[in-house]
């Protein structure tokens, strides 16, 4: 039954391949590509107006000391906890700002709609977010912006009229050129390669599968793409499909793409096990703690993601920003401290820059 | 059953929410206006809902663990209906609640019927139908409801938020079915000695059959408010109520051995409970601490229900 019913999926698949002319490598969508170029020449931000939502009757809190609470998904993990600390740096360093973190234990979106509704009553100035559904959190992120209150939000978006900025920690076609480039430098530029993902129909794997094929065609067009199989998000099907993918191809295989954080330490394990560490290449999307003891042993170069610091940071950055009144709609960048000068895109979205590549030198400063 | 011995942990309850609404008063201005209660009102109705049909689960001494997933079901469902199905969203809302009540009623049919324990079938129904939601929707969210929708969820009537008026009625409707019918003194009988309910002629098995199918029916009513108020639906919905709503029940007084506990105090045992998350955020204690305090409390609630028992006993 269950291989009928993936012989009905890969056959469907294949009809829709045809008709709708879908991504080069199996397992992208049908979307529009929009490669980068291929030396670090940031991409033209295509000129879109501002979408965002506009607080009623903003008090002027220009360079005043203002309060500020940041509700992520949920805490205590180290991923939110170390966005938490990009904000508290980010707070210190500009001195006028009083800030906290505050969430549920769990991933819900009831709980942390009641935090924010609290936060509201009790009168804060500007609310961070990391929403963990764009459309539930809305309405009580319209309430806040309809009792004067700026709102931020960073790494999981709401809809665009329910926040006024957004700190985008990566664009898809950002983290396909890292995850391309930085296995076309491993391989030396030429030889076949193989995907790991979720499943075909995963949105965000399918997008970013969709535009490493077209980066990889554009700028590294000796990478000769091999086959993309799926393995869930399961630690045990990875693994035995990175394993298969290796025995199956033998040495024409020289990297394995791991499009999820359990995809890449599975695959990493596999290429381990089969004592090809140097002659297959691992790249992949991951947590650092996870790869932590393959980048260690050398046999993992590069992990790519983004700095969730530096996310926390920004964020923080431009919620100062906005309640200053030096960021208003329509600007084309922001000054984020240390960070530089952030790109606005998409009409009311901030860029955080290129997505961090962790690797042997760095990755022991991260603990998530 | 004494009257008085009742009486007096609903009035122990009654004394501490009103000591407790003064402390946090006087810890935030924010606190006690009338727009804060109000809105706190409107997050406490999903669960009291569901609560007042878990007081006559629990006096009757089992227990509904598949409340939270019931709603997440329902709200699955309603979103399905209307948007994959294409029915006029009343008619979905109407089909999806029919079969949020329809799940209830298969735990009562599981119970009754099989003499399954109440634990153990709803501890199965839980992942049963957590589990459907998830499958029916394929883990996608339903969005897009027309504006009128949301009226149940985030709707005023005079000022007050439209589920506070439905809580409103539910309470009493349900304080009179189990402190004044025939029916609530069955529900108490059952509870207190199901054996010599059975043989004093009560209809144990239709009583409870009932009683779960309501308990489902409830769960389905929380998840159409839930909707509307977040505006969209998604499987995991509701995941981790039953605890919230056991929590009230039993602070409330109802024992969890079944024979003992009144609506009055289950709204009181609510009505603590969202006071002291809503009031100690607003005088600055963090979640984790809030989590923290409410679990003190309701350890010192079951310390005094057990001196009640040695009383009692004694």
Known sequence: ?368 | MTAARLLRHETILAVLTIIALAVLASMSDKFFTPENLLNQGRLMAEVGLVALAMTFVIVTGGIDLSVGSILGLTAILLGVFWKNLGLPLPAAILLAVICGTFAGWINGFIITRFNVPPLIATLATLALYRGLAEGISEARSVRGYPEWFFFFGQGEILGVPFQLWLLGIAVVISGVILGLTPFGRATYAIGANETAARFSGIRVNSTKLWIYTAAGFCSALAAVIFVSRVTTTRSDMGTGLELDVITGVVLGGTSIFGGRGTIIGTVLGLVLIQALKNGLALSGVKGDGTIVVIGLVLIGAILVGALFDRNRGG
Not at chain 1, 201 to 230: D, F, G, S
């Open chain 1, 1 to 368: 039954m269950k291989k009928l019913t993936l012989a009905a999926i890969v056959g469907f698949g294949l009809m829709s391949g045809s008709a709708l002319a879908a991504s080069a490598w199996t397992g992208g969508d049908d979307q529009p590509t929009n490669p980068l170029s291929c030396d670090a020449t940031p991409a033209a931000a295509a000129a879109k107006p501002y979408d965002g939502g506009v607080p009623t009757n903003a008090p002027d809190r220009n360079g005043k000391k203002i309060t500020v609470v940041d509700v992520p998904k949920l805490i205590g993990i180290g991923y939110f906890n170390a966005t938490s600390k990009g904000i508290a740096d980010a707070a210190a360093e500009l001195g006028n700002v009083d800030a906290k973190t505050d969430g549920p234990t769990k991933a819900n979106i009831d709980e942390q709609i009641t935090f924010i509704d609290n936060y509201i009553t009790s009168g804060v100035d500007g609310i961070l977010f990391a929403a963990n559904d764009p459309v539930a959190i809305a309405p009580v992120l319209k309430k806040a912006l309809e009792k004067g209150i700026n709102v931020v939000g960073y790494d999981a978006n709401s809809t665009p009229d329910a926040r006024q900025w957004f700190v985008n920690q990566a664009e898809f076609n950002g983290i396909a050129k890292s995850l391309v480039d930085s296995m076309a430098a491993e391989v030396g530029g030429e030889g076949g390669v193989a995907i790991v993902t979720s499943t075909f129909t995963t949105p965000n794997q399918a997008r970013w599968i969709a535009e490493m094929a077209a980066y990889a065609e554009k700028c590294h067009p000796k990478l000769k793409w091999l086959e993309t199989v799926e393995a869930q998000e399961d630690n045990n099907l990875s693994f035995n499909q990175a394993t298969t993918l290796i025995n199956k191809y033998g040495d024409d295989l020289k990297g394995i793409f791991g499009m999820t954080s359990v995809a890449t330490p599975a695959s990493a394990e596999a290429v381990t096990q089969a004592n090809k560490c140097g002659s297959i290449a691992v790249v992949g999307l991951a947590t650092p703690n996870a790869m932590k003891p393959y980048v260690e042993k050398g046999c993992v170069k590069s992990v790519v993601l983004w700095n969730p610091v530096d996310l926390g940071y920004a964020a923080m950055m431009v919620l100062r920003s906005v309640a200053d009144g030096t960021l208003q709609p329509g600007a084309t960048s922001v000054k984020a401290g240390k960070l530089g000068d952030l790109q606005v895109i998409n009409g009311s979205e901030i860029l955080l820059g290129a997505p961090y590549v962790f690797n042997k030198d760095n990755i022991g400063q991260f603990d998530f």
